[in-house]
């Protein structure tokens, strides 16, 4: 299960209101992409959903229990950070390991899941590699296998893809969307670029100076834009 709703959450920093109330509903195994120019308050809503802020106020509820005060660790989600927070002087079979060597997991079963994982990302022979030896394309899936592992009820996204070349970003969100496919688990997806929101979504947040302009699948913000704001940003004819 990875059905998260969050009620009328807000986040201010200082004296800055960076996220003004905001309602939001995501389903289990949905594909949602938070999608907004720069500054919106992307990342920030994801580190709120995480944990990894607290809240102002309002309240977020995971697969029917409430989640506003609980740590990161127990909240069952998994943040797929960018390929340069691997550790360099690790192997991708300790890198991938690492979050269940901290949770002190059976060392037997933590062999199993990277074996598991290895074989989802196409990593099987490369574990005894460092991640100086991989392509980009590989530590972002290296990146992915120390969430998988952890078998999350929802993974969180952030813009993984900005730091690697174009044809790189095209095939790794092929991939991210046939690892929805095969896993079917909730994925929040963070990005400023509208082609991957398009292609990748089930549903698109539109989000504007913290507020949420628009919800709806691709198809639906592309033909019907609620404003000329979520038009231009989706690229439809309006
Ligand atoms: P995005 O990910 O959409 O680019 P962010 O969530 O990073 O946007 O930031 C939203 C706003 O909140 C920005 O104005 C940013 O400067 C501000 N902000 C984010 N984190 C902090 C922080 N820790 N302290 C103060 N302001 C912050
Ligand atoms: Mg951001």
Redesign the pocket.
Known sequence: MGRIILSKVTKT??DVE?IPPLDLKIEDGEFVVFV?P???????LLRLIAGLEDVTSGEIEIDGTPATDLPPARRGLAMVFQSYALYPHMSVRKNIAFPLKMAKMDAAEQERRVLAAAKTLNLTDYLDRRPAQLSGGQRQRVAIGRAIVREPEAFLFDEPLSNLDAALRVNMRLEISELHQSLKTTMIYVTHDQVEAMTMADKIVVLRAGHIEQVGSPLELYRSPANLFVAGFIGSPK
């Open positions: 920093f200082g960076v907004g720069s500054g919106c308050g992307k990342s920030t």
